[in-house]
């Protein structure tokens, strides 16, 4: 990226964090109408959470606000998406500008703590983001006391209401909610859970400006976004790029490996978008005329060499046994449907597979717990559209000839599949 709005680079130590951007504009004492001037800062930036779900973060401020003071910001360094890493390199080369962001948000919510979850096992980040908060202690970069807790190293830990709850209660069991304009609470106070992402850019819109934010992206979707790049490339990793940027140009950043024959965008619980919608701008509402969505910021490549319907049954595979077990959609639709697409991989196909496996899809989307088997089903039948001339060739009893071979996606190594 060009110029001072950029989220990647900065000094990890405090040190150098504050001699490049400055200290973090938080209100000196009872500064009046310092709250009001931020919450509209953050509107006219028109910033969306980068967590998955894309809520305007102005509007789950006011909501937080709302619920009184005394609550908490929730770091969400969770991550449990396989395909990604922005928010681990966030908090591992930028955790004084994540921090930063949960300060004021604290401050304009009326927060009395932090906690920065970063899950067991990730030992890196778990210390980069240690060693920040320990520089900050007793600095005016923390008047709000900030920890770091260790929640179970699960996919759906990561879900914003399931984060809650274990910081409230210790269980990662995320809560229905039919309606995101309700605040969530810790300790029946009002909890603010944003992800890394959303969090640095809080902090830079807060030192820059919010038409610095609006310079980055289109009109009805600003900014700029992390994405993760793998699969079939030869340089993966996290670019980061402005809204509308087209997919395919975010592909070649990573170099692909040969032809493209598909892009994953959104992630696991995201969707295929086949080549005739590469040109698609990565914005919310583009994406959404394709049934895509930006998601958690991911774009797997699938090259030539890989069949769309095998790297799907393998994700349908992985999400069936990652859901928390609380609800009949998740122990139940699930693992049958990642079944059914497996039967179809191996060309192991009867009359009724594909009508059971379409009423199956629709019997569980929308009826979960939360939206875990409703990113399942947007995979496979996005799968089934994307790759049906696969789809139908299996249909015919073909076995398909890539299911040995080894994936082109990433899968934790203790949880692999077939």
């Known amino acids: 990226m060009t110029g001072r709005y950029r989220l990647l680079g900065h000094p990890t130590d405090l040190v150098g964090h504050l001699a490049l951007l400055g200290p973090v504009p938080l209100p000196a004492g009872q500064t009046r109408g310092w709250g009001e001037a931020f919450l509209s800062a953050l509107e006219v930036s028109g910033l969306a959470g980068r967590g998955g779900a894309g809520f305007p973060a102005a509007i789950k401020l006011n ?17 449990g998406e396989p395909a990604s890493d922005k928010d681990k390199l966030l908090l591992i080369r930028s955790p004084h500008l994540v921090l930063d962001g949960a300060q004021l948000l604290a401050a304009a919510s009326g927060a009395h703590r932090v906690v920065v979850c970063v899950p067991a096992g990730r030992e890196q980040v778990a210390s980069a983001a240690s060693t920040a908060m320990a520089e900050r202690v007793g600095t005016a970069s923390s008047p709000v006391p900030e920890r770091l807790l260790r929640p179970p190293d699960r996919f759906i830990a990561g879900e914003e209401s399931a984060l809650a709850r274990w910081v409230d ?11 995101k304009a309700v605040a969530l609470r810790i300790a029946r106070r009002a909890a603010l859970v944003h992800n890394a992402e959303t969090l640095a ?18 009109v009805e979707d600003p900014g700029t976004s992390l994405i993760t790049i793998t699969g079939a490339v030869e340089n993966p990793g996290v670019v980061e790029v402005d809204r509308g940027t087209p997919l395919l140009d975010i592909a070649n950043r990573a170099t692909p490996v040969g032809p493209v024959q598909a892009l994953l965008v959104g ?22 005329t394709i049934g895509a969505a930006a998601g958690v910021g991911v774009v797997v490549v699938l090259g030539a060499e890989a069949c769309g319907i095998t790297e799907t049954a393998r994700i349908a595979h992985y999400l069936a046994g990652q859901s928390a077990g609380q609800c009949g959609p998740c122990v139940y639709g699930l693992p ?26 629709d019997q569980v989307d929308g009826r979960g717990g939360c939206r875990h088997p409703d990113g399942a089903v947007q995979l496979v039948r996005s799968a089934l559209k994307v790759f049906a001339a696969d789809a139908n060739a299996h249909l015919q009893g073909v ?15 203790s949880r692999r599949v077939a």
Not at 169 to 179: I, K, V
Not at 274 to 287: G, I, M, V
Request: charge should be positive; hydrophobic fraction near 40%; include cysteine.
């Open 63 to 79: 909501l937080a606000h709302a619920g009184g003071s005394g609550g908490v910001v929730v770091v969400n360094g969770m991550e």
């Open 267 to 288: 992630g696991y619980g995201g969707a295929w978008v086949s080549r005739s919608h590469f040109s698609t701008p990565y914005a919310s509402l583009s994406l959404r």
């Open 169 to 179: 209660a210790g269980e990662s069991l995320p809560s229905y909610r039919p309606d």
């Open 201 to 218: 850019h809080v902090a830079m819109i807060a030192r820059t400006g919010p038409d610095a934010f609006r310079a980055h992206g289109v």
């Open 336 to 361: 049958a449907i990642a079944d059914d697409v497996t039967r179809l991989a191996h060309g192991q196909v009867d009359p009724a597979l594909m009508p059971r496996l379409t009423r199956r899809l």
């Open 399 to 413: 076995r398909c000839l890539h299911w040995d071979r080894p994936s082109q996606l990433r899968f934790p190594a």
